[in-house]
């Protein structure tokens, strides 16, 4: 087995990438003579050769592009290693939250104080993402947890539990048609122009007319008001209401579910406690 250094494949990936001596070196602030000796031991090392060096040309052998793809993966790999160890090790570890304005049910506060409760817990960061990158916070480690709304967010590779359960309203203009029901189904809706929101796949409202794209519900909001459109949202997310507005219960829409949500493969107790003062507290339902 050949032992392979970090420094060396660090400086060999920054070699294959700039393919010149010169901006690796100074890409990693080292003199180009130390990166010429660190590649040819490297290439001892392994015994093959991973460039093909002229005085005006670099490039790669087919044992460097093979270097170059699985080195990456694994300087990714070290570096991941090391942010974990280094979050797990932390006991000063702040726990990120990130949620959508508004987006939470009013559930928030309780969660928050049964944590506080808890002898382990941590300060609270509250973050504030938009109507669809919440679970990509979580995914790509900028959140530890997230509450998310489904079936509207992307649940790919998150763990979660369910807060609340709620059913869905139709939001309309006050001279709208439909506005003397006291109630919807989806079959009123059915003509209806609707909201097209950025990112987010169908999620079982009525298959209405194509309507604007739209990122926030203040965007649907004001397009709503201007008569441009109607918009199915779970119950939580149509307050506060508007004046100009009005809001009718859809009986058979689907329902949707707030969630607490983290990574598949995050195991850390700062975010298993987090989840238990949630199950322990009652605010699960």
């Given amino acids: 087995m050949v032992d392979l250094e970090t420094r060396e494949l660090e400086y060999f990936v920054a070699l294959a990438e700039e393919l010149h001596f010169g901006r690796a070196a100074a890409r990693l602030a080292i003199a180009q003579p130390a990166l010429s000796k660190a590649v040819r031991r490297l290439e001892s090392r392994l015994g093959v050769k991973l460039l093909?060096?002229?005085s005006r040309h670099v490039a790669l052998t087919r044992a460097g592009e093979a270097l170059l793809h699985h080195g990456?993966?694994?300087l990714n790999a070290v570096a991941a290693a090391a942010d974990k160890a280094r979050q797990a090790g932390d006991?000063?570890?702040h726990l990120r939250l990130v949620i959508k304005p508004g987006g939470d049910a009013?559930?928030?506060?309780?969660?928050l104080a049964a944590y506080a409760r808890r002898p382990d817990a941590r300060q609270v960061d509250i973050l504030f993402g938009g109507a669809t990158d919440r679970a990509d916070h979580v995914r790509d480690g900028?959140?530890?947890v997230a509450l998310l709304y489904a079936p509207f967010d992307d649940m790919t590779g998150l763990d979660h539990e369910v807060l609340a359960v709620e059913g869905r309203v139709a939001i309309l203009p006050q001279d709208h048609r439909l506005a003397?029901?006291?109630e919807l189904s989806l079959a009123d809706l059915a003509q209806e122009t609707l909201p097209r929101w950025k990112g987010v796949r169908w999620t079982g409202a009525p298959e209405g007319l194509e309507g604007p794209e739209v990122s926030d519900a203040a965007?649907?909001?004001q397009l709503i008001r201007l008569g441009r459109t109607v918009a199915v949202l779970p119950r939580s997310l149509a307050r506060p209401q508007h004046p100009d507005l009005v809001y009718r219960p859809v009986t058979d829409a689907p329902d949707s579910a707030l969630v607490l949500a983290w990574s598949q493969t995050d195991r850390r107790p700062l975010v298993a406690s987090f989840v238990a003062a949630?199950?322990?507290a009652g605010v699960l339902r």
């Fill in 72 to 74: 990456r993966h694994a």
């Fill in 106 to 111: 009013d559930l928030l506060s309780g969660l």
């Fill in 52 to 54: 093909e060096r002229s």
């Fill in 278 to 280: 949630a199950l322990e």
């Fill in 180 to 182: 003397s029901r006291a």
């Fill in 219 to 221: 965007q649907v909001t």
């Fill in 142 to 144: 900028r959140a530890d």
């Fill in 91 to 93: 006991r000063q570890a």
